[in-house]
């Protein structure tokens, strides 16, 4: 069967930081998914690889499973055998499947944590991680190319009878891939009281399930499938996330722990509700790992990452090296550099000796693993813990906010205010001088230092329309005055 494309001016796709996402309806369309699956197909069939195949994965989006078929469909049309997810699975388990079967790449329906009337399309590399920029722009110049094009289709049936479709689920093998790298047997036996909120997305069931058998008791809440995701975004923050913490508060529980809507994104709140930042759990990953496993390989943090991880690197002797924003880059340079872990802002976390992609479960399971050693060290509750860890590690305030704008006139106002950037630069930020100015190296922002290590980013979304304000700082009064002057610097006022 061959697609016909419409009359319509074809959707000019572009892969951000973390894939191709748009509005359900809108630019996410059967036909703008089978375009991006076509690319691939081309990408690995001039590459020589069909026989490796392709793993397809999908979320619990609207639509995610019929997307899904649709990309398989055009994958099998050119011969390549896929193995797809029987049902909504972790974007990470993609990675998984991929590096278990030395599979050519690997596809996500998916758009993370983004408003539930998006989707988006994900695009794994053979290493298991996010495809790097060079992979991306040959798919990219692939899209484009095949603009207007008639797509090859093939029924998923009649590619299965052909023995060109194989149905997956990952959860034994993955149970299996972590545990060399994991007590398992250690958390199930820990006297704790977890509770798990996975936001209505596909890592609902996982961490109880890895966990049952044990002393540890799990309470999983918005378990369901809810594409509406509650009438939040499914990102583990606040106030996506209040809810979680309000039953932490209540008492009744040592941690919580959290997901994004498709599970490669982690977060963490203690004993009684206080939630802890994406930059404060890094940091609490790198002291975990150089204190309580005794690594030292290198950290990979992207630019937008905790200047605490500096300081953890003065300590323990652990290398840091920076990158842009997106897994795309923190994984390549994870693999370069041997690193056993990877960081970015948004709450994703990969690690050398697990997988150089972000994994919301093994986060989960890692920080876990963290508390418990520090409760057998008399270091307890949790609460006390992260208190500690900051003497080592020193004060880190962080908030991030959102500017919203105008998706149609998105494009030109991001171009006027990237070239407007460094007249705007502040001279200084709560009160400190700033003594450094730094483009980032992606040319959609700038990050300003001031002389006491407090920092303020200003960076424009690949993949949505706004701007993003981060700031770390000693203080939440430096925090709240440094997004004010961000703030002030976006809007020209």
């Known amino acids: 069967m061959i ?69 398989a469909e055009v994958i099998v049309a050119h011969e390549i055998p896929i193995a797809i997810a029987s049902q909504a699975v972790p974007t990470q388990m993609s990675s998984f499947e991929v590096v278990q079967r030395g599979s050519a790449a690997g596809i996500v329906i998916t758009a993370s944590h983004n408003p539930w009337t998006d989707n988006g399309f994900k695009i794994k590399a053979p290493t298991g991680g996010a495809a790097g920029p060079e992979m991306l722009s040959a798919i990219e110049a692939l899209i484009a190319a095949g603009a207007g094009k008639a797509i090859p289709r093939r029924p998923l049936a009649d590619a299965e009878a052909a023995g060109l479709v194989e149905r997956i689920d990952p959860f034994a093998g993955y149970e299996a891939f972590i545990r060399p790298n994991l007590d398992l047997g250690r958390l199930k036996d820990a006297d704790l009281r977890l509770l798990v909120d996975p936001l209505f997305g596909s890592g609902a069931g996982w961490i109880p399930r890895l966990l049952s058998g044990g002393r540890v008791r799990v309470t999983e809440i918005h378990s369901e499938r809810n594409p509406y995701f509650g009438g ?11 809810e979680a913490l309000a039953r932490l508060a209540g008492g009744g529980f040592d941690l919580g722990l959290f997901l994004d809507g498709d599970a490669d994104r982690s977060g963490l709140a203690d004993e009684r509700g206080t939630f802890i930042s994406t930059l404060q759990i890094f940091g609490l990953l790198m002291y975990y790992l150089a204190e309580h496993r005794g690594l030292k390989a290198p950290v990979v943090k992207t630019v937008n990452e905790t200047s605490m991880a500096e300081r953890l690197s003065q300590r323990y002797g652990v290398p840091v090296y920076e990158t842009p924003v997106g897994f795309k880059y923190v994984g390549p340079k994870m693999i370069e550099t041997g690193a056993m872990m990877g960081g970015e802002e948004s709450g994703g976390f990969g690690f050398g000796m697990h997988l150089p992609e972000r994994d919301g479960i093994f986060t989960d399971l890692m920080l876990l693993d963290l508390f418990v050693c520090e409760k057998a060290a008399g270091r307890w509750p949790a609460s006390k813990a992260i208190a500690l860890f900051h003497e080592i590690a020193g004060p880190s305030s962080y908030r991030r906010v959102d500017i919203h704008f105008d998706r149609a006139t998105y494009p030109a106002l991001k171009e006027r205010l990237l070239a407007e950037l460094p007249e705007r630069a502040p001279a200084a930020l709560a009160g400190r001088p700033v003594v450094r100015t730094q483009p980032l190296s992606t040319n959609d922002g700038a990050k300003f230092f001031a002389d006491d290590g407090s920092w303020l980013l200003v960076r424009f979304s690949g993949t949505e329309p706004l701007v993003r304000v981060y700031t770390e700082a000693a203080s939440s009064a430096a925090v709240d005055a440094n997004l004010a002057t961000g703030e002030r610097i976006v809007q020209g006022s």
């Open 3 to 71: 697609s016909t494309p419409s009359g319509a001016q074809p959707t000019r796709i572009v892969f951000g930081t973390d894939g191709w996402r748009a509005r359900i309806a809108d630019d996410y369309t059967f036909e703008n998914v089978r375009r991006c699956a076509q690319a691939v197909a081309e990408y690995v069939a001039a590459r020589g690889e069909q026989a490796r195949g392709i793993v397809i994965a999908y979320d619990r989006r609207f639509a995610s499973e019929h997307f899904a078929a649709a990309a």
């Open 232 to 242: 939040v975004n499914p990102e583990p923050i606040s106030p996506n996330v209040d």
